[in-house]
Structures are given as structure tokens and as C-alpha cells.
């Protein structure tokens, strides 16, 4: 397949249509800057792959390069936007793709484009882009791979353009299969890990009930006395409920030795208080005896000085001393007593007042003295009272004392021991109960160890079970050890086949690169190069010359750059997946002198006459003038020169389309000579 | 020791280009010439003669030749003058050798020394020779690549992952089942 035209309208800066017809030979077009060399070859790309790569994915302003694929400038819109771009396969049929504006390329002739194009059986995924890339010499590719470029970047180049194209697709198909089974190893080694850590726990299990477990010989002691506590025959198995009811009772019973220890000591005091109680209430009865006497005087005393009340006396007193005042006021009247009107002499008169003065004097007196005795009696009553209130008081104190004595002896008979049981009895008791409680209780532990017996055997039985399914993730991990060594061995074998045969491959290509090299002589010393692979996980490919000199350190830009060619003439002639026998290259020659333009020629001459079709674009028109002359034309039609540039308005147009004539042929040798043999 | 001229002589026929031995006033020498280019080639015992004589020798070539080089035309254009000598260069004169190459003045020159052999005159004369190390790469069968790197394995095991159909999950389920071989 070669490229046999295109033809674009209001495609990047061509306004018009302009049409440019490739001879299968070679074209050389030339033209100043900015006059649509680089578009032709934009056009190739941008029909083959909707995309110009060498603009990468640069944005300013949030533009990219979707922004001016199509016609932008100034003045008349062209009639329409499009790109078609054709290719004629060796039996001269041509195909075409044709993008437009408003309407993208046919699917279904992208495919068959692509596959007459690219072998279908061993071109990579998306092979129109490093079609292109290897197709389409750009400067800006040039200069990406010249010896500034990283090894490993160039070490990618190639082997995208000669390795196996479904390397990676088996690599990364075992790499995912590797990642798998890695996982299932990590997951079975954690159930491995969480197996174990049941089995430990199920070995533990039963070293703690066997701690548990005691002699025989003291099981049988014990639930012997725990019968004898108990009185039950139950078996040992039975028996520590009765058991722990009778230690219950122990306690309880310790308990209430206890409470009669309290009760001996309140009882005690109490004895010791009915003394003093009796010796209080009998003093007290002697008092209100006393107080009775008196009292009983005191009346006798009163019934004899009178019988008349304090208050009468002293009401008589009142009387007569106001009656007499009212005598001594009125006086004798008519010699008669104005209170009994009986005839008296004044004398009589003043004497009988007197003498009632007197009386009243003395009744006065008896009411004080009255009034005395009755204090006094009162006083005496008020003492019996308080005597007797003393008596009760004591009487019940002793009673209630007596009481409590009583009730606790009571207690003590009721606890089967005497009334006068000493203290120590009572301690001597609750110690011997204690003894039992405890006792008891340890037989009630030992016992209880009956139980560990069914605990132990569950325990082996559950240790069995751990062993089983420690055993049995055991086995899975095995299993999932051995689908991941495999999936490493499939692994690597893709990694190896994809590596060992590259590398088979690089050994074909490697001699192409330093002939290549040889060939456009970058650097006047250093004639050969050496490029080599190296590294195992990243591989990286090393140019050296001389005694392993890095160029990159020694060579100029131009020289740099005739480097970069050479490995990328290499890769477009290395690609075994392309059937493209064109090779498009746009302004090689940029910082490469004179000399190494003609050994480029040179090369372009070679690759022209070894049937590769050549478009090379130069704004140098005397580099076009002799690549005209130096790449070989077989007969009329197989060559061209265009011409682009700007007509009389400014548009970009083909200024010359000249088809170029063979060479005149045997002018210095008349005729083909042949040596001998 | 290798004739340069006789070799060089094979060498070009091989590469459909016609040669011709010529005599000049300066000595000997081979004409040729191809579909685009031609040309003259002179030999030297070393790079110092070849250094002295070029010039004269070119002149010579051209004077003496002249009604060829006008038949040819614009291919006249093309011309070119190969000076070879057997013995080494030293580092002087390869500087030397280069700045006669990249002298671009009337003819395209190749001035090269050390060449012993046929593989050296192969090397000199690369710009006159067609591509010599075309690569024909074949497709690579992966998988039978990977096959030849897995012998190990139980063939089952193998056949599911070359099955691009299989599941991965699927193979890996393979990977763990099947037996030793």
C-alpha cells in the first residue's frame, strides 16, 4: 500500500481545495514556512486516526488542537471542510477516507483501511496511531528520539514496532492471574492462620480442664462427707445441689451462732443492769414511802388546825376588817352600833371595833398558816407522785431486762445449748461450723470437677475439629501454593517469550540501526554504533560508540538529531506488522548541516530503490532540487515536485506540480560490464 | 592483501551498477555508474597518499572525462569520487578523510582508509549500496512460545491459559485442580 493522494478543503490553513497526487516513486514538496508542507502530512494523520499526535495533549485556554483542525483564518469560509486522504495497493485500486466537518470517516472503511494497511494478524491494538508515529517522520519526532531520549522511551519504540504485538496481552493476562492467585494464597494462608489459632485455642481448652481435674481418691472423700452433710445417697454427679443447700444451712446456722454471740453479750449486760435496777427501784419505793408518810401527817396536821380552806379564812379576814372599817366610818349612831344596832357606848363602841380588828387579824393569820399546809401537802403529794412514777419506771426496767435475759436463754435452749451457756460454748460452736462451711465447700469444689470430665471430652472433640479443618486449609494452601507457582511459571513464560523474542528480534534489527547509522554518519569519528539492551524488569535500549562512550555527551544537536533518524528509519523499516511501503518525512533536515542532508538523500535514494514510496517535504529548495536528482526514477510518472505557496490573494495553493524524468542512463559507462566469474 | 578496485568492482556490479576500469594520467581507476549516480574510484597504498592526491586525482577524473559527465546532464550532479586506501587511518587523517567527505565542492566524495576487507569496503561504499540489513520479521506465535517455556506444567493447565476465551478466574480454578503430569 502506498499513499496515493489528498486532498483537503478548510482543513488547517488550506482555505481551498487543494489536491496533491502521489507518484509511487517519490515527492519531494517544498515551500516556505507556514505554507502547508507539515498540513499534507497532518492530513494523513487526521484521516487515518481523527487526531494530529504531535500536538499531544496540549491545552492553552482550554483549546487543544480539536480546536483548529479545521479552517479558522480570516476572510471568504471555504466551501467545505474536509480531508480525504487515498491509498493504492499494488494492484493499483485505490481506498479512500475522507473526514469532513460535519461527518466523520465510515467505520466500516476505517477497517478496511486498516487492514490493508496493517497485517491483521500481528499488528497491535490501534495500530493506525504507531503507524503513523512510525510512518510519518516529523521533526518534533526526530528530536523526541534523538539521543536525549530516555532508554527506556526508546527501548518502548521498538518494541512496540518489532515485538510480538500480543506480548503484552499474555504478560498482562498473567500478571491478573498471578494477582489472583496471590490473593487466594493470601486468603487460604489466613484460614490456615485462623485454623491454627482455633486448634491452639482447643489445645488450651483442654490443658486448663485438665489442670481442673484432682485425684480420684479425693472426689470419693469428698462426696462421702457430703452425704454424711447432706443425708442423701444421690450419686457424686447428683449431689452438689443437696450440697450446696447444706452449705447454705452452715451458713446460715454460723450466721445465727453468730447472732447469739451478739445476744450472750447483750444478755450479759443486762444481767449486769438488773442490780443496779433493783438496787434504783428499791430506793425509789423507800421515797415514796417517805412521801406517803409525810403526807399522811400533813393531812392529820390540817384536819386538826382547821377546817376551814385557806381562801374562806382569808375571805372572813377581808370581811370583817372592811366591816369594821365601815363601823369605825359610820361611828356610833344614836349610842347605837350602826352594824347591830345594839346601844353602846362609844368606849364599848371603840373596844367591840378593836377587838373585831383583832379577830380579823387572827383570821388573817390562820388563812396564812392555812395556806402553808396546803403548800406543804401539796408538796408532799407532788413527791409521792413523782416517788411512785420512779418506782415504775425502775420496775419496768427491770422487767424489760428480766425479759431479755429470759428470751435469751430461750434462744440458747432453742439452740440447744443450756440457759447459762458460757460465751466460749457459743465460739467454740461457730468455730466447728466454720470448719464444716469450709470443709463443705471444698468438697462441693471437688465435686464440681465431675462436670469437667463431659467439659474435657467436648473439648477433644472440639480439638478434633480444629485439627480437621486446620488440616483442610492446610490442603487448600497447599492447592493455592501450587496455582500460584504455576501462575508464576505462566507468568514469566509470557515475560521470557515476549523478552527472548524481542530480543531474537532486536538481533535482526540491530544490524538495520547501525547500518543506518553508518550510513547518515552523524559524527566524523565515531562511524559505528553499538546499541544494546539491558536491564531485566525495565529494559532499556544504550547507544554507545567508540569504547562505550555515551554519544549523548559527545555529539552535537544536528548530530543528535541524524541519530534519531537513523533509529527511526530503523523502526519504520523494523515494523513486521505494516504493509505501508510509505515512508512521509517532514522537514528532516532541521539543524542537520549540508553534508549529512546529502547522506540523508542518500539513504531516501536507497530506501526509493528498494520499492519504499518516499514524500519528504524541505524548505530549503535547492535540498529539494537535489533530492529530486539523487532518488531514483524508473520511468516518467513515478516522480514529483510540488511547489506550495500563497497565489495572488493569499491562498494557500500548489504553486508547482512538475512530474519528474528519469536520469539519462550508461552517460560515463557505455554499457553494463560484468567481471569474470 | 585486497584489490579495492576489483572488490569494489564486484561490489557495485552486485548492486546493478555498471563499472568500468579506466586509466587516467594519474594512474588507474573505476568508473561507474547507476540508475541516478555515478562516479569514479581511486585506491591508495595509504590515507597520507590518499590525502596528497585526492584533489589531482579529481581533477584529472573530471578533465578527463568530461564528455561523459556532459552527457549525464543533471545527473552529473550526482557525481562522485571514492578514494579508498588498505592501510589505517591515524586520528589525524580520519579528521582529515572527514573534511574531504564534507567537502560538497563539484563531487560527492567518500574518502575512507583502513579497509582490508570486502566487509570494510562494504562499510565504505554503504552510500552507493542498496539497504543491507533489511530485517524480515515473522509474526511471533506467543503461544507457542509460551508453551516451549512451560513444559513443566500439566498441559491442561497450559491450554487453559493460552485460551483466551477462559475465564482467568476459570484458569486459576484449573491452576489449583489439575494433578502433576
Known sequence: MKLAYVDVCGFRGYREAVRIDFPEGFTVIDGRNGVGKSTIFDAVEFALTGTIAKYGDATADRETIADYIWWTGEGRPPPHRYVEVGFRDDGQEVFAIRRAQLSDAEPSVLEGVLDRLCDARTRP???????????????EHIAALSLDARETDRYTRLRD????????????RGSRLAKITGNRVEAAAREVDAAARELAAAVRRIDEIRAGLVDEGLVLGAVERLRSLTGSAAPPDELAEPARAAVAEKARKIEEVTGLQDGWRAAAAAKARIAEIRSALATAQAAKSQADAELVALRLREERAAETSSDVLARQARDLAALVALGRGLGLHDGHCPLCNSGLTQEDFENGLATAEQYARQLNDQAVEQVARERARQAAMDAAVVAQETVDRQQMLLNGSKDAVQQFERRLVAAGLQPDAAIDQLEERRQALSAELERAREDLRIIDTLKLNDAL?????????ARDAHSRTEQKLGLARRADARAQALYTAAR????????RRLEQVLPLMAELYRRLRPHPVWEDIEYKIRGDVRRFLKLQVGNELNPQFIFSSGQKRATGLAFLLSVNLSLAWSRWRSILFDDPVQHVDDFRSVQLAEVMAQLSAAGRQIICAVEDSALADLLCRRLPIDSPGQAKRVTLGPDREGVLTK?????????????????????AG | MIDLLEESERLLQNADISTQRI?????????????TVLGFMVAYQDSARLIEGWSADTEALVAENQLGLRRAQSKGWNTYTVFLAVAEANYGQRVALSSIEENLAGTRKLARAGISNSEDLRAALLPLLPIQN???????????????RTTELPRRVVDAFLSPRAQETSVAQILEEEEEP
Do not use: N, Y
Request: include cysteine; charge should be negative.
Open chain 1, 161 to 172: 514496532a518489532i515485538g510480538a504485538t500480543d506480548a503484552e496481552l499474555w504478560i498482562g
Open chain 1, 125 to 139: 491494538e490501534a495500530a493506525l496511531s504507531p503507524l503513523c508515529s512510525a510512518s510519518i517522520i516529523r521533526d
Open chain 1, 457 to 465: 471430652a467436648k473439648a477433644r472433640r472440639a480439638e478434633g475439629e
Open chain 2, 134 to 148: 533489511a530485517p524480515h520479521l515473522e509474526a511471533v506465535d506467543m503461544s507457542a512460545e509460551i508453551k516451549l
Open chain 1, 496 to 503: 521470557r517469550a515476549a523478552a527472548e523474542t524481542l530480543d
Open chain 2, 23 to 35: 586509466e587516467t594520467s594519474r594512474g588507474k581507476a573505476l568508473s561507474f555508474e547507476s540508475e
Open chain 1, 655 to 675: 504553486l508547482l506540480d512538475q512530474d519528474l524524468s528519469p536520469l539519462p542512463q550508461h552517460a560515463l559507462v557505455s554499457a553494463p560490464q560484468r567481471l
